[in-house]
């Protein structure tokens, strides 16, 4: 069974299909039973959703003060 | 203004069949590369003076414009190799720079309690992390833009940055890791 750290460690390569079945697997477990890492998990799909909302979008040109 | 340097770019990535690439259907994918550029390098004039490179590469190059990718992800790989070239002039990072091992990803805190419905709507969600990508570092968004904005496999997208898997992999995480922490940053803050 994964603990936190790993499940961490793992949830970008997750997002990409980039793990093995039985590691998917592993964190699909640890998932169900850990309310912390699942929110993360949800989190990260969020922000990659809204992420690809951008792909058609005209960018907001505010060019950033002191970049 | 010519840049010789577009030609040394492997521009062997492919066109869809028939596809007809002219200085028309180049023009027409201006707004793509624009919110690409942009949104990498967060400065208007220098992105527009990255677009117009990547033009005058693509025009030089399309005859090794082969077929087996759109025209997007093809000039957009040019323009990601015409954005790396700006960070290195800019020496803003040093872009082989990697953490030290053992913690390439970075530390773990576990995750905070957060309010289970403090999630924002996805216009909101958009604007965050829109505004958090000019936060991350400019490898970190190269990355972020090719594989999540512009759903380049990991692949094509460590070939357009010219970085191994391994760091990718790294940039990735991270990157993601401060968008997504962001996003719920924000999502308290709007149901507090």
Not at chain 1, 34 to 52: F, Y
Not at chain 2, 6 to 24: E, H, W
Not at chain 2, 142 to 156: C, G, P, S, T
């Amino acid at each position: 069974m994964l603990d936190c750290r790993h499940t961490h460690e793992s949830l970008s390569d997750a997002l990409d299909g980039a793990l093995p079945w039985w590691r998917r697997a592993l964190i699909r477990v640890h998932l169900r039973m850990c309310p912390g890492c699942a929110r993360t998990e949800r989190s990260l799909r969020d922000s990659r959703d809204a992420l690809r909302g951008l792909r058609d979008l005209p960018p907001r040109f505010d060019d950033e003060a002191g970049e | 203004m010519r840049n010789t340097a577009a030609l040394s770019f492997p521009v062997t990535a492919p066109a869809p069949a028939g596809a007809v690439i002219d200085d028309a259907a180049i023009r027409q994918i201006e707004p793509v590369l624009m919110g690409f550029a942009y949104r990498a390098v967060r400065r208007e004039d220098v992105a527009r003076d990255l677009v117009q490179e990547t033009y005058i590469a693509a025009l030089e190059a399309k005859a090794s414009f082969a077929g087996r990718s759109t025209l997007r992800t093809w000039m957009v790989g040019i323009l990601s190799r015409k954005i790396i070239d700006f960070y290195r002039r800019t020496r803003r990072e040093v872009l082989t720079d990697l953490p030290p091992e053992p913690d390439p990803l970075g530390a773990f805190t576990p995750t905070p309690a957060r309010a289970p419905d403090a999630r924002l709507d996805p216009a909101l969600a958009m604007q965050v992390v829109e505004r958090t990508l000019g936060k991350l570092t400019e490898l970190e968004r190269m990355a972020v833009l090719l594989v999540d904005v512009e759903q380049l496999d990991r692949d094509a997208a460590g070939q357009a940055m010219g970085v191994q898997p391994t760091h990718l992999r790294v940039l990735l995480h991270r990157g993601r890791h401060k968008l997504r922490e962001a996003l719920e940053d924000a999502g308290l803050q709007a149901h507090a």
